[in-house]
């Protein structure tokens, strides 16, 4: 089983304001950037809980019917009508395994945390970012603390009119 | 006069690690990276003084007889022989006039805390990252906090063999 990770940040690597907030991600404008070409290459996400709940009461839910998978021991706090939502629990590899399982081949891995707790296990192969063109000054990091160094391979490198940089890197393990 | 900085960073964006040291940037090997281009441009040199003492120590000394000024308000520990030295200090734009006011017509800012304090100013014209393709976890950031969003128009970007990738971004004043 394969996993992405495909984020926009700020310039200074910010996935979302202290808040929460991704309004500055708004600067590269409507310009499509290749997500709906990645999501259809997904057959599973994988979302912490806090990236659910940001993405829960917003008006469109923008992942039909996939499976999403929330990473949380929680309870869920709900679902959009239509939409295959599922909680997991366990470490990160047991996540992995459970998914793997199942069958996926392919799953899109969102939300700071449950990034860098799969990065710092191995369990990510492809992170996409796609830089826009501002400094926010402080956030939420897209990358945390990592155990020892993570070797990047660069796989594709993009510039889009609105001055937005997408970088693909592979993850060597 | 035009202020450039020109460093490299690891891919989440760091210059340094905690303790200051840069052995990570060495994942680039010597591939030619356009800093020689970049350097024949500069006429001067503005650098804090923990880079200033991190660089003074070195076997080399990278920056000829340019003139080297180092933004702080204490004296120098020393200065390599054949080079031009000297401290400066004042607030962001006291310097940058000064600068101005010597004929300076382009001025390399190097060292996180003094590019971080100049383009909160507004004094920053071009920033060139080159990201080497590692996650290091921490470290001493290229950026810093803003007292307000900062816009930058992406001006150049290049992929090197490495894996780097390199950006330009020219700062929306």
Same mark, same amino acid.
Do not use: C
């Given at each position: 089983?394969?996993?992405?990770?495909?984020?926009?940040?700020?310039?200074?690597?910010?996935?979302?304001?202290?808040?929460?907030?991704?309004?500055?991600?708004?600067?590269?404008?409507?310009?499509?950037? $290749?997500?709906?070409?990645? +999501?259809?290459?997904?057959?599973?996400? !994988?979302? &912490?809980?806090?990236?659910?709940? #940001? %993405?829960? /009461?917003?008006?469109?839910?923008?992942? $039909?019917?996939?499976?999403? +998978?929330?990473?949380?021991?929680?309870? !869920?706090? &709900?679902?959009?009508?239509?939409? #295959? %939502?599922? /909680?997991?629990?366990?470490?990160?590899?047991?996540?992995?395994?459970?998914?793997?399982?199942?069958?996926?081949?392919?799953?899109?891995?969102?939300?700071?945390?449950? %990034?860098?707790?799969?990065?710092?296990?191995?369990?990510?192969?492809?992170?996409?970012?796609?830089?826009?063109?501002?400094?926010?000054?402080?956030?939420?990091?897209?990358?945390?603390?990592?155990?020892?160094?993570?070797?990047?391979?660069?796989?594709?490198?993009?510039?889009?009119?609105?001055?937005?940089?997408?970088?693909?890197?592979?993850?060597?393990?």
């Amino acid at each position: 089983m394969k996993t992405s990770v495909f984020v926009g940040a700020s310039a200074d690597g910010f996935i979302a304001r202290p808040d929460g907030s991704f309004d500055f991600l708004s600067a590269a404008g409507d310009e499509p950037h $290749g997500f709906e070409e990645f +999501f259809a290459t997904v057959d599973a996400l !994988l979302m &912490g809980r806090k990236t659910f709940e #940001v %993405v829960l /009461p917003m008006e469109q839910w923008f992942y $039909g019917d996939k499976p999403v +998978f929330v990473y949380t021991s929680s309870e !869920l706090a &709900g679902k959009p009508e239509g939409s #295959v %939502v599922a /909680p997991v629990s366990g470490t990160p590899s047991e996540v992995f395994r459970s998914l793997e399982k199942r069958g996926f081949e392919h799953v899109y891995v969102d939300g700071a945390m449950t %990034v860098q707790s799969f990065l710092n296990e191995g369990l990510i192969d492809h992170i996409t970012v796609s830089l826009i063109p501002v400094l926010i000054g402080e956030g939420i990091s897209l990358f945390g603390k990592v155990p020892n160094d993570i070797r990047l391979e660069l796989a594709h490198f993009k510039e889009y009119p609105s001055g937005m940089v997408q970088i693909t890197y592979d993850v060597t393990r």
